[in-house]
T-cell receptor, first 109, second 115 residues
Framework: AQRVTQPEKLLSVFKGAPVELKCNYS??????LFWYVQYSRQRLQLLLR??SRESIKGFTADLNKGETSFHLKKPFAQEEDSAMYYC???????????FGTGTKLQVIP | EAGVAQSPRYKIIEKRQSVAFWCNPI?????LYWYQQILGQGPKLLIQ????????DSQLPKDRFSAERLKGVDSTLKIQPAKLEDSAVYLC?????????????FGQGTRLTVV
């Protein structure tokens, strides 16, 4: 069975401070990890995926198979980063995607 | 490119009534997903279609929920009869291909309230 855990429901940081949104997963096979974001009144959308190893809007995430983690990081938070962030795990030949419970990031001006 | 379209946006029904949601995926997208998102929780996959065939419906409460995807394009999700605990946002998503690291594009969702 696949499982995604996001331990923080709410994370509040000041503008300019570093951000780390935690994500741990459980899956016996080779996982595909994603971060999705939902800004206020907008639809859920992909932020980044681990295989791309890219930085999107200043965010990066590294897959750590030893710790089964895929934490999302940004060195300097901006007000426009305030949103709900969901970690997701894709698995199996049909890419069944399981989401975590989400973390609300609140950037304080 | 037009996004995933869902209707209605909001629906209020009484328990034991039936309700149906409609989804039109992005043109050419073979994979279609229905998710249920209860307040305070992450999206939970109810059913996944590949073209017009079901590839995963392990979390679909089949005694009351049903879904179909006619001709591998539009899809409908039905609840009959509804229960109070079905109150949630129902999200439809689609992706271009099946396989690793495929991005899913989401609709705006239908917010269902069962009273």
């Amino acid at each position: 069975a696949q499982r995604v855990t996001q331990p923080e429901k709410l994370l509040s940081v000041f503008k300019g401070a570093p951000v780390e949104l935690k994500c741990n997963y459980s899956y016996s096979g080779s996982p595909e990890l994603f971060w999705y974001v939902q800004y206020s009144r907008q639809r859920l959308q992909l932020l980044l995926r681990h295989i791309s190893r890219e930085s999107i809007k200043g965010f990066t995430a590294d897959l750590n198979k030893g710790e089964t983690s895929f934490h999302l990081k940004k060195p300097f938070a901006q007000e426009e980063d305030s949103a709900m962030y969901y970690c997701a795990l894709g698995a199996g030949g049909y890419q069944k995607v399981t989401f975590g419970t989400g973390t609300k990031l609140q950037v304080i001006p | 490119e037009a996004g995933v379209a869902q209707s209605p946006r909001y629906k209020i029904i009484e328990k034991r009534q039936s309700v149906a949601f409609w989804c039109n995926p992005i043109s050419g997208h073979a994979t279609l997903y229905w998710y249920q998102q209860i307040l305070g929780q992450g999206p939970k996959l109810l059913i996944q279609f590949q073209n017009n065939g079901v590839v995963d419906d392990s979390q679909l409460p089949k005694d009351r929920f049903s879904a179909e995807r006619l001709k591998g394009v539009d899809s409908t999700l039905k609840i009959q009869p509804a229960k109070l605990e079905d109150s949630a946002v129902y999200l439809c998503a689609s992706s271009l291909i099946q396989g690793r690291n495929t991005e899913a594009f989401f609709g705006q969702g239908t917010r269902l309230t069962v009273v």
